[in-house]
């Protein structure tokens, strides 16, 4: 039995009307395992989405051209931070998370090291286990982890919706 092919899956930079979007996509994502730990407060979750938001630095991740997910790389002064990667549980388990991440991975310099925060009991945490990523601290509710090395093999991204391109906000 051979794999299905990975579909097209295509990033193209964040516009300011993804915020509500990207707040929906984390309730389906990230509810029913916060809700357990913590419980779940929508006002709280979208807050924490519209104060982390950053257009510039955020990506929707689309596949077949439908928006299946996002992901947010932001500069915090000698590091990068990863942050609100959510993908859609129908497209979980394809590959196309692996894809995302080796292509965000390979934009980081190599000399700059790369963290990020996730959830206690988290299938993620493999993933990022996989490309490098080791647990620095671990709360009870997040663990945060730290990578020092760039990525590999990228998807497609749509350069015509970067920010001060022509297409942005297109």
């Not at 002064?77 to 497209?91: A, I, K, N, S």
């Amino acid at each position: 039995m051979t794999a299905a092919p990975l579909p097209d899956v295509v990033l193209r930079y964040a516009v300011p009307d993804d915020v509500d979007r990207i707040a929906a996509l984390k309730e389906r994502v990230l509810r029913g395992d916060l809700e357990p730990l913590v419980g779940w407060d929508q006002e709280r979750s979208r807050a924490r989405v519209v104060e982390h938001f950053s257009p510039a630095h955020t990506r929707m991740i689309l596949v077949d051209g439908d928006v299946a997910g996002t992901i947010t790389v932001r500069p915090d002064g000698d590091e990068f931070w990863l942050e609100m990667f959510y993908l859609d549980e129908r497209h979980q388990g394809r590959g196309i998370g692996s894809a995302v991440l080796r292509t965000v991975l390979a934009e980081v310099p190599t000399e700059r090291a790369l963290r990020l925060q996730v959830l206690v009991g988290s299938a993620a945490r493999r993933l990022y286990e996989r490309y490098g990523f080791v647990a620095e601290h671990d709360d009870g509710i997040d663990i945060w982890m730290r990578r020092r090395s760039g990525g590999s093999r990228p998807v497609a991204v749509d350069e015509r919706s970067a920010p001060g391109s022509a297409r942005e906000g297109a």
